[in-house]
């Protein structure tokens, strides 16, 4: 496997998706025989955002395989607070380490750390962008439930418009063939155009609905997300809406036999509490698959030496990205790196539009 | 064994105590032979409200028997920041883990978590109700130290009223056969009477006297405790009375040879500075046994396989328990559980009487 | 080896200096061959401020060396917030593990610590007095890079009056022959007369300069260090000398090929973004020489026994120590203790002139 780093879920070809998807398969139903895959091993976490249960759900990983784990889960207890830069931080780090595990309220900050980092990088969430190893585990519990990732009718409900995961899970179903995406949200928290605009590939389709009762029959899954109250103009209109798209025994009466729910978790009152004893939700399941696939990637990772001195790159010029956002903006060293994708030139750190 | 939780040490039958003592015997005098009883596994301590030294033994006690830990010990920084329930807390961190530590300052919580878990569970804590690792720590302290737990004069001396320890080991030796109670305090920090009135069983008596003074001369334990300024009136009363209830080199001097003092830690004037050279003080080889004890303790309950789904319960009509720190009046979901004891129902979670 | 604790570069002999930098040369060459040499051992690190990177480092050494670490990095979430002494966090922390790494705010709290321990104790910094393990990676990178220790060209440049690594490293230094300290520094931040009366012994000897043009030719060893903004009168007066101070890629054009650049770090702005580029800089592999030298230290600490209960001290009359940053003015018990250096009454925490 070539694979070095994970920043985007499509740095993955599908070959390399599917070897990953039976690894930890594999690991899942045999555990034992993989506890000491990474013995010796250290992997660091450098959390610039608390996010226990990510944190948590990768120590678990490491340490399951027989690793260990360093990192911070607070930025203002780490040098950072004295100003150092990330280069400096990704060097002294993965000085230390095997391989580094990062998330950063910036976009970009992945992919940033991993020019200059001497081992390999995950990225476990760079701001609104990416969040791969979230992917990862929705793809291994559809690909587990429904024994392929083609043909499936898909519901997305909730926040369409600000979800990344959303988004991400959206890409990553469209290169595999013959999906129907149902989007179940208001006006306002419908998806961006800019993800629908691709969806049409491989036969893939979308429709876009608003509510769950005129579709919930229809689905093979059902991805919930969490609406923030802050999302509307108002209490009132939050009550009101919130209502639409709550998932309840009543709801779940319409619904298949064979449905399965999702949800990236932490929820909070979008599914009613008894709606967790139903057999098809499996929410709880995904998050233990999220340790599986961790684990199979930290091994795969595992297997790359570490590197020596990261190579140098020519200062930049000028403004690199006019996403404000973008790391390429907060840390000034960084070289200008862009890519052609579909005739567009973008920001190879946050994929901006230039 | 069959005990798979720990959330009271009434949980335990003699029997039972009487292995797990014997386990923690044989740790502390030979702990290279369990170095690795716990390779593989995965230790989850929750904290929601610090609390360093607790949960350094219970890392400590892990990791000595070969296995890992994750965790947190600021809510602050967990999914629980965002309104996640306890319940989905524990499904989740008991999908990654092989047994869950947990310290709440809510009563009942710890019993609350056992419900959803998939993993055995230890109350490390749950507001001022129980600290059931404490006692055991007390009472494998004083076993060492007298061979017997039976027909001791145990003096308490401190604040009786608030404390959660004192009020635990009464009751745990309240199981055993005629001890005498000397209780040492104030009249505003005198022990509740809901826990004297039990304590006439077994041949076991209490005494309450005001000073150490008048009756150290008799005892074979003195357990300190802290007494907090803010409990009394004025600044001056504390004043005037801490010094009746501090233990000095002079009041030592007054005790038999074979006392044993012993304090759950931390202290802070209490015990003058000097007291601590004194061989017949206990509380720091108290501490340690603390570690002793829980790793006996982490090692029975490792041997549980984990559960699948946790049981579905049917949710709650009207209010649970008249106690407002009662978790049942946090967690809205949470089951109606009620226990018959002595002819009086009581609240499964917290123990009041409805 | 008899060394039990590092509390101060000094304690070490020359000869036991040696042995450790042979060990750590060893497990750099071969880090496999010591991955379990501190199996079932457990590190306390007791960080009363936070240090990310001094804990990290600390930390990864434990690891790859098979042991475990437990600790804390934020005293407010300790024992310590209750008012418990550093006596008793000693005592109860040491009979948890079996090696002890410290750091304090307070000058002496290193010292005071090992008085207390029932294992060896590591100096990780207590206040501006003593940082040995920071001494002990800068001379392990010199020693690797120039093969020796002696006759060596060292420049020191930056803020030379607060800065404890700069002082540790010259007293170090002045143990071995014929180096000769180019300090480089404004006349309000040159080192104090205490530091630079000592360096005539053994043949070596300084000179001061003010800027780093006029002596970067002639230096084998350029040691840089953050200079704070808040060192200066002015924003005005830092603005202006912060240049004369930083080091770019014009000042490295007349440096010698095999000049070696070392910093501390974390750096902030006193090197130029493209000079990290230049391989003469080596504060990276110094960085990670940090972890092969604290494996060093804990492999060989890690051999003693662990002791039984710490020795009785009487307890101190009067002042003992007429530095107010010395922990014998903030921990009450502590005995007096006093050495005699060069003719002169020193206290023994923090090495101030009675």
């Given at each position: 496997m070539k694979l070095r780093n994970l920043i985007d879920f499509n740095d993955l070809t599908l070959g390399e998706w599917d070897e990953l998807y039976e690894l930890a398969v594999r690991i899942k139903k045999n555990p034992a025989e993989f506890r000491d895959r990474c013995r010796g091993k250290i992997l660091a976490t450098l959390f610039y955002e608390p996010s226990t249960r990510t944190q948590m759900s990768f120590q678990t990983a490491m340490m399951r395989l027989g690793g260990k784990v360093i990192g911070f889960s607070d930025p203002n207890s780490s040098s950072v607070s004295k100003g150092e830069t990330?280069?400096?931080?990704?060097?002294?780090?993965?000085?230390?380490?095997?391989?580094?595990?990062?998330?950063?309220?910036?976009?970009?900050a992945a992919y940033a750390s991993a020019l200059y980092s001497r081992v390999p990088?995950?990225?476990?969430?760079?701001?609104?962008?990416?969040?791969?190893?979230q992917t990862l585990t929705d793809l291994m519990t559809i690909s587990e439930l429904k024994g392929s990732l083609d043909g499936l009718t898909v519901g997305l409900c909730g926040?369409?418009?600000?979800?990344?995961?959303?988004?991400?899970?959206?890409?990553?179903?469209?290169?595999?063939?013959?999906?129907?995406?149902?989007?179940?949200s208001t006006p306002e928290l419908r998806l961006p155009d800019?993800?629908?605009k691709d969806v049409g590939e491989n036969g893939n389709s979308y429709i876009e609905v608003k509510t769950l009762e005129e579709c919930i029959g229809d689905l093979d899954i059902l991805y919930m997300t969490r609406i923030q109250?802050?999302?509307f103009a108002s209490k009132e209109e939050y009550a009101r809406q919130s209502g639409v798209y709550r998932l309840t025994t009543d709801k779940m009466k319409l619904a298949k036999p064979d449905l399965a729910v999702l949800h990236p978790l932490p929820k909070v009152d979008e599914i009613a509490y008894e709606v967790d004893d139903d057999p098809r939700t499996?929410?709880?399941?995904?998050?233990?698959?999220?340790?599986?696939?961790?684990?199979?990637?930290?091994?795969?990772?595992?297997?790359?030496?570490?590197?020596?001195?990261s190579p140098a790159y020519p200062l930049p010029e000028g403004v690199c990205c006019p996403n404000p956002r973008c790391i390429s903006n907060h840390e000034k060293y960084l070289p200008r790196l862009?890519?052609?994708?579909?005739?567009?030139t973008r920001c190879c750190y946050c994929d901006s539009r230039l």
């Open positions: 990330l280069r400096d931080t990704v060097k002294i780090v993965t000085a230390y380490s095997d391989i580094l595990v990062i998330r950063n309220p910036i976009e970009g990088v995950i990225n476990a969430g760079d701001g609104g962008h990416l969040h791969p190893t926040d369409l418009l600000n979800g990344r995961t959303v988004h991400s899970l959206i890409r990553a179903l469209g290169r595999f063939k013959n999906n129907r995406f149902v989007l179940i800019y993800v629908t109250r802050e999302r499996m929410y709880f399941e995904q998050a233990e698959n999220g340790m599986y696939i961790r684990m199979a990637l930290i091994a795969k990772l595992c297997e790359h030496e570490r590197t020596g001195r862009t890519k052609e994708v579909s005739g567009e």
